[in-house]
């Protein structure tokens, strides 16, 4: 167990004051630090993670009357409707510190934690959980978005979500996991993917596109990478077995040039919008379907036949259990994945930081230092 250094009263964080463009991000060095609760402990802020998440509750996307997709105009500039939700169809309290990817350090317990977690290094999975619910739906809060999150010095969280880990791997490449990979680990077991069959993957280049290639490869499964032309090289040193440029003007076809006529077992998808329809297509009968995003555009066209005809099996995933966390945690504690750690910023820098992520020419993460 390390020393800590003393908690301050006050902090600095990136505090969002309400749904719109990104000037709705404010610099703060007067944040209360917050007290850690019954069951909760505090953790000093090595790093945090960005994540799309951040910006669809920042641009009220959430809201089911928006139906484009997350454009960087979008992202930089907000709506100029009322467009106001959380993922879960909640009103967000503002002001909000978001963040949802924290590597850090335990600093303080509350009541009923034990005292020697004091110094413990952690990954925090952003799932707070009511155990009593149904498996499907025992996500509650998430860090950043119900409650407070990481763009901050400090952060409370119940300790059950604070998972000690020992690693050699940095803070900035530790706050690269949370949310993408277990996402990622959830899309996969609910479709069973399984060592040989052959995997699909949309928005490869992406935080949880990333995730699932490595994923997928420690299930032993052949990947065909879909994304921009101009990642096609990344992706493949990555460790895609095939690319296919995702503005193929017969995206149908280009995937069965590759790998045949309807012989895809599984499509991981967080593109959506006009992908939807083609990756349909390229499923073998009896596939299966798991998507966690949209982000290409949330309604679509669907053939029913295609589902009903094909026997397919379809998962919506934004609820990652427990287990799957605690396997991510394992995984990069046996040094089974690469950090995708494409930039880190200064935490007063998160606008620039999220800049950079709107424009999409990231391979894999980008994370802010306090
Ligand atoms: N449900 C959950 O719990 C959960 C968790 C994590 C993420 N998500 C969602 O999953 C989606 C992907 O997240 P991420 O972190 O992987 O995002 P990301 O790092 O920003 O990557 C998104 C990728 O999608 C590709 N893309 C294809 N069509 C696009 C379009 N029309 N607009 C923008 N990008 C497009 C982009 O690259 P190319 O141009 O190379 O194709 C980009 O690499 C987001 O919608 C996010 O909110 C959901």
Redesign the pocket.
């Known amino acids: 167990m390390q020393t800590q250094a003393a908690v301050p009263t006050l902090m600095r964080a990136v505090v969002l004051t309400g749904h719109g463009g990104i000037d709705r991000l404010v610099r703060r060095d007067d944040v209360p630090t917050p007290t850690p609760g019954p069951g909760e402990v505090l953790v000093r802020v090595g790093a945090c993670g960005l994540?799309?998440?951040d910006?669809?509750t920042r641009t009220g996307w959430y809201d089911r009357k928006v139906e484009s997709?997350?454009?960087e105009e979008l992202g930089l500039h907000g709506r100029d409707d009322d467009a106001a939700s959380s993922?879960n169809k909640a009103t967000v309290a503002f002001p909000r510190i978001q963040g949802a990817a924290v590597a850090g350090h335990v600093a303080a317990v509350g009541p009923r934690v034990a005292p020697e977690r004091v110094g413990e290094r952690v990954l925090v999975d952003p799932c707070v959980r009511d155990p009593r619910l149904p498996l499907r739906a025992q996500l509650v809060e998430y860090l950043g978005s119900e409650r407070d999150g990481g763009f901050a010095e400090f952060v409370a969280v119940p300790a059950t979500n604070a998972h000690r880990i020992t690693t050699s791997l940095t803070d900035a490449e530790l706050a690269t996991f949370p949310?993408?990979y277990d996402?990622?680990e959830e899309m996969l077991v609910r479709a069973d993917l399984r060592e040989g069959e052959t995997l699909l993957v949309?928005?490869?280049?992406?935080?949880?596109?990333?995730?699932l290639i490595q994923l997928a490869l420690v299930r032993g499964s052949r990947i065909v990478a879909?994304?921009?032309e101009?990642?096609r090289e990344r992706l493949l040193a990555l460790g895609a077995h095939l690319f296919v440029p995702?503005d193929s003007a017969d995206l149908q076809g280009s995937v069965e040039a590759l790998v045949g006529e309807q012989a895809v077992d599984v499509v991981a998808d967080?593109?959506g919008?006009p992908?939807f329809g083609p990756i349909l297509k390229v499923l073998r009968r009896g596939g299966r379907y798991t998507t966690?995003?949209?982000?290409?555009?949330p309604t679509t066209a669907m053939d029913l036949r295609d589902l009903i005809y094909k026997d397919l099996e379809m998962h919506g995933?934004?609820?990652?259990t427990a287990d799957t966390f605690g396997r991510l945690a394992e995984l990069i504690e046996g040094g089974r994945l690469k950090p995708m750690l494409e930039a880190s910023y200064p935490l007063a820098e998160l606008s620039a930081a999220q800049e950079q992520?709107?424009k999409?020419t990231?391979?894999?993460?980008l994370v802010v230092v306090p």
């Open positions: 994540n799309n998440t910006i669809n997709s997350v454009t993922w949310c993408s996402t990622a949309t928005g490869a280049a992406g935080g949880v596109g990333t995730a879909v994304a921009s101009s990642k995702r967080v593109v919008g992908l966690s995003g949209a982000i290409g555009g995933i934004t609820n990652p992520l709107l999409r990231h391979v894999g993460k």
